[in-house]
């Protein structure tokens, strides 16, 4: 029998999609799955963006441009521009998901073999485009004792080795919702030019930031430009997970070239999602208001249902739509199952992602779950009610 490749073997699980068999599975029984396992916004997306791909006359549905079209790369560097980071088009490569610009990035940095250094925990996909790429994963562990805050640079700087190429951060994070602060970025900048690596930032949340915190990207620091690869996308900022377009930026021009190679092998972006995405440009600023608002608010009522419920301990979000708890429970992979194959209350259940997979060290993250507050509020409540019912009743 043909063999799978040791690639494929080590391909790791989705923590957030792995459950899903048993949910379907509930479903089919009639039982009301709750979601908060997945980040995917019940936010209305933008009218402009739906109405740019309803009317578009469109007769023949051609390839894009591989790195994305002049006119949406020019539209984007002037929404950059609005948060302090100043570029010019060819320093944008447009892609499919802010997944494939990650997945582009270590290939272009590294070779089978070398590592990249993240604080842990952090978003699980990381683990699987580092293993498609041969990369080895070194992680530094953050805490929920201090709301995952960045781990001291020392850290860092004793994980550093002849193959370390980059360190990757998620600003604000996924899972934690921890906002680094422009001192934190500063720390981590100074320690990878003293290294000459890349700093690798996702911002793909950069627009949720609450309690009058403000985003800094790594592209807004001076001396950054051989080191810094930012990588952002449409899904979450407009509630267009489905559109599957993001972006690559560098100021580093041998970055951008090597990334584009990577790009043409793929061909190009999909054309009407690049529609979509550059109408979706125009969306205005209250849109932004409304929503940051209705986050705070679906936070404040998750972080208040939580703390009262025994033995639980959260970590409090500053920016995207997540938060990491610790449940009185010995494996939180065991309990999320449990909640979807035998437990009900009044015909309904709720999902979570535990959290296990959103680290690189064995046994760290074993009772806690990450949660998404993307559902409306009332949902929100029944799914803590429903929580706090099962944790009393579950026994490990």
């Known amino acids: 029998m043909p063999s799978i490749s040791r690639k494929g073997q080590m391909m790791p699980e989705s923590p957030i999609r792995k459950l899903v068999p048993y ?53 984007l560097t002037a929404y950059y521009k609005t948060r302090g980071v100043l570029l010019d088009a060819g320093e944008i490569v447009v892609t499919t998901g802010g997944s494939e610009a990650l997945s582009f990035a270590l290939g272009s940095i590294a070779d089978a073999g070398d590592e990249i250094i993240i604080p842990e925990p952090f978003y699980a996909n990381y683990n699987g485009f580092a293993t498609a790429n041969g990369v080895r994963v070194v992680a530094v562990a953050s805490d929920i004792a201090t709301n995952f805050a960045l781990p001291p640079i020392a850290s860092f700087e004793s994980r550093i080795s002849p193959r370390t190429k980059a360190i990757l951060i998620c600003n604000p994070g996924n899972p934690t919702g921890y906002l680094y602060s422009r001192e934190e970025i500063q720390q981590l900048a100074d320690l990878v030019k003293k290294h000459d690596l890349f700093l690798i930032a996702d911002e793909v949340y950069r627009e949720f930031t609450y309690d009058g915190r403000e985003h800094f990207s790594i592209l807004q620091l001076k001396g950054m430009e051989q080191h810094a ?4 996308s449409v899904s979450k900022r407009y509630s267009m997970c489905g559109a599957r377009i993001g972006c690559l930026v560098s100021k580093n021009p041998e970055i951008i070239r090597t990334v584009i190679k990577f790009a043409q092998a793929r061909l190009s972006p999909p054309t009407y999602a690049l529609i979509a995405s550059e109408a979706a440009l125009e969306t205005p600023q209250s849109y932004f ?11 404040n009522i998750l972080m208040e249902a939580l703390g009262r419920i025994e033995g639980v301990q959260v970590a409090k979000p500053q920016g995207a739509f997540y938060c990491m708890a610790a449940l009185p429970v010995k494996d939180a992979d065991a309990f999320a199952r449990w909640l979807l194959e ?55």
């Open 23 to 75: 949910a379907e599975a509930a479903k089919k029984k009639g039982v009301d799955v709750i979601h908060l396992n997945i980040g995917q916004p019940d936010i209305e997306t933008p009218r402009v963006a739906l109405d740019a791909v309803k009317n578009n006359t469109l007769k023949v549905l051609e390839y894009s441009r591989t790195e994305g079209s002049d006119t949406y790369r020019e539209k």
């Open 289 to 299: 208001k409304a929503v940051i608002e209705e986050y705070v608010e679906r936070r």
């Open 342 to 396: 035998d437990f009900s209350f009044e015909g309904s259940t709720v999902m979570v992602a535990p959290a296990a997979g959103f680290y690189a060290t064995p046994g760290l993250g074993k009772n806690e779950v990450r949660i998404a507050y993307v559902l409306e509020k009332e949902r929100l409540r029944k799914a803590v009610r429903l929580l706090d019912i099962a944790l009393k009743t579950y026994k490990d």
């Open 229 to 232: 690869i930012m990588v952002d």
